[in-house]
């Protein structure tokens, strides 16, 4: 649904796109969230942005308290690009979601931006945390089940690879253009056209 936009996220991120904060994070996140949002009103949407932004501009895996602002920072400038289909509400979610997701006192009273949190808290166990009900903010969240659930949680990310090397390579191909009898020469994962 967003594959430009991941493709923008993924070209400018700071770490291993492997990291705790990384691409499998990012899945993991959409799919709680997901998980989290049935039966409720909260904008799906919002949700797997949040999912995919939230960390990108982390500047390392450890402490970096300014990220969240950081990535609020760059919802703004994707959304003044055009490159964000929200409406100015949703645009206000996503920026408070992104902006406050690591402040556990932060507070919000809007079930979208309560999933994000929640959907990135209950992701903890990557890196040996469990999640504490305290927390968390929805009812769904906090229940034993939905905290194990979250910890078993198993993403098909050669499926999502595939997707996204995919969508990688028909955009590179778009920028190439060529004739029948061009060379193209590849060398070292380059491409380049040698006119014959």
């Keep these: 649904m967003f594959g430009y936009i991941h493709q923008i996220v993924v070209n400018q991120f700071q770490l291993d796109i492997n990291s705790d904060h990384g691409f499998r994070h990012w899945e993991k996140i959409e799919k709680i969230g997901i998980y989290l ?5 909260a904008d799906i ?9 939230h960390d990108s501009k982390r500047e390392n895996e450890f402490d970096d308290p300014l ?3 950081r ?5 703004e400038e994707l959304f ?4 964000l289909p929200l409406t ?3 645009l206000t979610q996503l920026i408070y979601a992104c902006k406050f997701h690591s402040d556990s006192l932060a ?6 931006v309560q999933i994000c949190w929640d959907s990135d808290r209950l992701d903890l166990w990557r890196i040996g945390i469990t999640p504490n009900p305290l927390y968390l903010y929805t009812d769904t969240a906090k229940k034993a089940k939905t905290i194990l659930w979250a910890k078993n949680l198993k993403i098909n990310h050669s499926q999502k690879i595939k997707e996204y090397i995919k969508e990688e390579f028909e955009r590179r191909q778009r ?3 060529w004739m029948p009898g061009d060379l193209i020469l590849i060398r070292r994962g380059k491409k380049r056209l040698i006119k014959q």
């Design 88 to 90: 100015q509400f949703q």
């Design 107 to 112: 507070k919000s009273e809007d079930m979208t």
């Design 71 to 75: 990535a609020a920072q760059f919802v």
């Design 37 to 41: 949002a049935k039966h409720t009103k």
């Design 67 to 69: 990220h969240g602002i």
């Design 80 to 83: 003044k690009k055009r490159l």
């Design 175 to 177: 920028q190439f253009t």
């Design 45 to 53: 949407t919002v949700i797997k942005l949040f999912a995919l932004l």
